[in-house]
């Protein structure tokens, strides 16, 4: 387990990294160690071979309360308030944003597939950085909320962005509009999650088991299919075959093919190494 975090703690078992919010602030609110640690964080487990996939929880009753306000207002404020220097306090803002960004951008660019396990509230950022993920899943307990719009802020993250390619355009607006909350059985219906789990206890076991099977696969072949997906989400079916020819014909010769041949003839399992 690494330590050296503030804001989030990574423990990895058998190929699956385990990235827990932990906070400072009440319910894992994000702060300045969050915005800070996260984008640094999944750099280092985009880099780790022996990290197959990522699960994102958050520790205690809540996956996480977005923006930590009162923590960030030391390095907001001055750029929010102040009243000289207008033209170079904005485009301190706009730098700030942009470093903001690098933690769900990081999520998102991750070769790695990433899950969100998300029981309690998942509140604004929350959204951002779950929106960002592969797949979510959820426990009854979990309830939503793109709240940015009651704070008097324009979601910047990555929500409003990559949202409708997940429950498509109405309710992304609806949810960006309004700032109100949806319940776990929504989620579902909508498509935000996967599945809904009765218990926190229950979802943390099957995410736990879905992420066991992906990391159990060839590596590199379930890295290929997420960034074949990945360019192809806003490709015509044509650009997509092409680039997933090209992509088989550099990387399908491999180690793991021949094992998987292997395991096949002699009917046992495959033991996948990445190579």
Not at 79 to 84: A, C, F, I, K, M
Not at 91 to 101: F, N, T
Request: aromatic residues 6%; contains cysteine; hydrophobic residues 45%.
């Amino acid at each position: 387990m690494d330590g050296t975090y503030k804001s989030l703690r990574i423990e990895k078992t058998e190929g699956v990294a385990e990235l827990v919010l932990t906070g400072p602030g009440k319910g894992n609110a994000m702060g300045p160690d969050f915005w800070r640690e996260m984008p640094e964080a999944i750099r280092a487990l985009d880099a780790d071979d022996s990290v197959r996939v990522v699960l994102v929880r958050g520790e205690g009753k809540h996956f996480t309360f977005g923006l930590d306000l009162i923590g960030m207002m030391e390095s907001l404020g001055p750029l929010l308030t102040g009243e000289s220097n207008l033209a170079l306090e904005r485009l301190k803002l706009l730098s700030l944003i942009g470093d903001m960004q690098q933690a769900t951008e990081g999520m998102a660019r991750c070769r790695k597939p990433v899950i969100a396990a998300v029981h309690g509230w998942c509140i604004g950022g929350g959204m951002d950085l779950i929106a960002a993920c592969d797949f979510r899943y959820c426990s009854e307990d979990a309830k939503f909320s793109l709240r940015e719009v009651k704070v008097g802020i324009v979601a910047d993250l990555g929500a409003l962005q990559r949202l409708p390619r997940i429950i498509g355009e109405g309710h992304t607006r609806e949810l960006a509009y309004t700032g109100g909350d949806v319940d776990a059985a929504r989620a579902l219906r909508m498509g935000l999650v996967n599945e809904v789990f009765p218990t926190p206890e229950a979802l943390l076991e099957e995410a736990r088991a879905t992420a066991k099977r992906i990391a159990e696969n060839a590596p590199l072949v379930v890295q290929g299919a997420k960034q074949v997906m990945e360019y192809c989400a806003d490709k015509s079916i044509a650009d997509g075959l092409r680039y997933v020819a090209v992509w088989n014909s550099a990387f399908l010769q491999s180690h793991d093919l021949a094992e998987a041949f292997s395991a096949f003839v002699e009917r046992r399992p495959p033991h996948f190494q990445g190579r």
